[in-house]
């Protein structure tokens, strides 16, 4: 048996907005349209918004590529009618998934953990297309850290469904009792931990993590990659 580490990949190991910035930037541009801050803050809440709505179950992940291309493109003024809106999105991961950046730290801590607990697993649990977390994981040096990556596109759930946690612990192997979730999400990593009976630590608490940590049943909780190393050694030792 070991100790298996779950961790979410966005915001938690690597920088997710800025290769978001870098790959919007790249789309906007060829399609002929200034980019600014603006241009990017837009896209990211409306982002944000059909996500969770994926999360959900209300939209599909083909609508959620489509609309967040049209919103944006609307918005830059642009009539959508005859734009390949899916070849947009395509270029966008591509663009994304050559240019991964990660969190200040990431990699320190996670040398750390795998020189300090001789029996740890590394794995990742993210929602989101195969090309564009593989491809940032691989261009940051991430995955020479992994066991394994289990991403929602093949696993054929997204988090918090209860039905992609069981389907990663089957591959893991171990009992969930073994298994910890690390991430900064509650509505995916944190709640779906909690459907799933897996203890969970949350990474980017707020001043009222007391209350959310009754709320989501959250055994840990860290604001610092020195914080969650401690956090995951408490774990251990338990």
Known sequence: MHHNFLFDLDQTLLDFHASEYIGLKTVVNAAGFEYNDECYNYFKVRNKELWLKLEKKEITRTQLFE??????????????TDMDLLK???????????NGVPMEGAL????????SVKDA???????????????????????KYLDDIFVSETI?????????????????GEPKENCIVIGDSLSSDILGAKN?????CWFM??????????????????????????????????
């Not at 320190?108 to 020189?115: A, D, P, R």
């Not at 697993?121 to 995955?143: E, H, P, Q």
């Not at 054929?156 to 893991?172: M, Q, R, S, T």
């Open 121 to 143: 697993r590394i794995y990742i649990i993210t929602n989101g297309v195969v090309v564009n977390a593989m491809g940032r994981i691989k261009s940051t040096g991430l995955d």
């Open 67 to 80: 609309t967040r291309f049209r919103l944006l493109f609307e918005k830059l003024g642009a009539d959508t």
């Open 108 to 115: 320190g801590f996670l040398h750390k953990l795998k020189e």
């Open 205 to 238: 608490p707020t001043d009222n993590t007391k209350k959310v940590r009754n709320e989501y049943k959250i055994s840990y909780s860290a604001g610092s990659f020195d914080e969650l190393y401690e956090a995951l050694k408490s774990w251990v030792e338990k």
């Open 88 to 98: 947009i999105n395509d270029d966008f991961i591509l663009a994304m998934s050559r």
């Open 156 to 172: 054929g759930y997204n988090k918090p469904a209860v039905e992609y946690f069981d389907a990663v612990l089957e591959k893991i």
């Open 196 to 200: 799933a009976g897996i203890t969970s």
